[in-house]
């Protein structure tokens, strides 16, 4: 039997001080890249979002979603993920509204609870409010999208009768993340898919389901994966080592593993691939290793990699995304049973 997944990239615009670049050109660069990798074969592409970082990691994803929409024609459009509890719910599903409509119905908005305290004092949230300021928020933006008076009163959150207008067309999939077992649960009441990062929780999210008497076999997951995948991959490592240590060690710093002080930084590049998140696959492996897991989740709607790494540059990054449209993507759609490309 066949099945459809989407193949996608996933970008957070990262450009650290030590590699850095005009962002003006990294953002033209990778639009280009964004576009090209429609015409290769990619199905989507995934934005997500942090603030108040040295590299200037993407602050304003939907924005980058709306100028994506204007560069593409197929490409589904998504947040993996947006920080939601520094939103006010209403505005987010305005301005998601908007680019589902400015996209012709490709946008969907993935969400998360969020880590950094930092990004919550600033935008003065409580951290301790997460659960609830997410809760009420899905019951929000649910509410707008229809059209009708939202008339909202919870413990973080009140809306008087008033309509969000203009509606999409074409309501955006809501999307949530989580890394542990409480906001995996979350993501299966709540949302209508789970936002997978590294594999990570995707068999607590499916067990979640059947306990809140939803179907497993119905789901949806959205899978961001950490495979680096080329032609040599010894050699690509060597490469985009410096750049993986950089963005695992800055994940490990902000404490999305744990506390930070219980959970070391690794000490080379080396280390962070071969410990970490990533995979390290040359084109056959990847096809083996994609199959096999999109065959054992067909929960799996999208699954998507890094375009390129904090710092490394644009064109780097371009060889892989060229090398996996060639000799990856092709034999895993026919593996799957995947036609028309």
């Known amino acids: 039997m066949s099945r459809h997944v989407n193949f996608g990239l996933w970008y957070d615009f990262r450009n650290p001080p030590l590699w850095s670049v005009p962002f003006e050109n990294l ?25 108040f970082t040295n590299d200037g990691y993407t602050p304003s994803p939907l924005v980058i979603a709306a100028a994506i929409g204007a560069r593409t024609r197929r490409m589904r459009i998504g947040t993996n993920l947006i920080i939601l509890p520094l939103y006010n719910p209403v505005r987010i599903a305005e301005d998601a509204a908007t680019v589902s409509l400015l996209t012709g119905g490709r946008f969907d908005l993935g969400a998360g609870i969020g880590y950094r305290e930092v990004e919550f004092a600033e935008f003065g949230r409580d951290m301790k409010h997460r659960p609830s300021l997410v809760e009420e928020s899905f019951q929000i933006i649910r509410k707008a999208w229809t059209g009708e008076p939202i008339n909202f009163e919870g413990k973080r959150f009140k809306v008087g009768d008033v309509r969000v207008t203009p509606i999409p067309e074409h309501v ?50 959205i899978f961001g994966h950490w495979a680096i995948i080329a032609e040599d991959p010894e050699r690509e490592a060597a490469l985009v080592g410096p750049h993986v240590l950089y963005q695992s060690n800055q994940y490990i710093e902000w404490g999305v593993f744990g506390p930070p002080d219980q959970v070391p930084m690794f000490p080379d590049a080396k280390t962070a691939i071969a410990q ?38 644009v064109a780097s990054g371009q060889r892989r995304v060229e090398y996996i449209a060639k000799n990856v993507l092709p034999r895993v759609r026919a593996n799957l049973g995947i036609t028309g490309y």
């Open 27 to 51: 953002y033209a660069d990778c639009l280009d890249q964004i576009a090209e990798a429609e015409k290769l074969g990619f199905d989507s592409v995934w934005l997500t979002e942090h603030h």
């Open 172 to 221: 955006p999939q809501l999307y949530l993340g989580g890394l542990v077992p409480p906001a995996i649960d979350r993501a299966a009441r709540i949302s209508d898919g789970f936002l997978c990062s590294g594999g990570m929780g995707i068999d607590i999210y499916l067990d979640s389901l059947e306990q809140h008497g939803k179907s497993r076999e119905s789901a949806t997951v």
């Open 276 to 313: 970490g998140l990533y995979d390290l696959w040359d084109g056959d492996t990847a096809v083996t290793k994609l199959t096999e897991l999109l065959l054992k989740y067909p929960q799996i709607k999208d699954l998507h990699l890094w375009a390129q790494f904090p710092g490394e540059p």
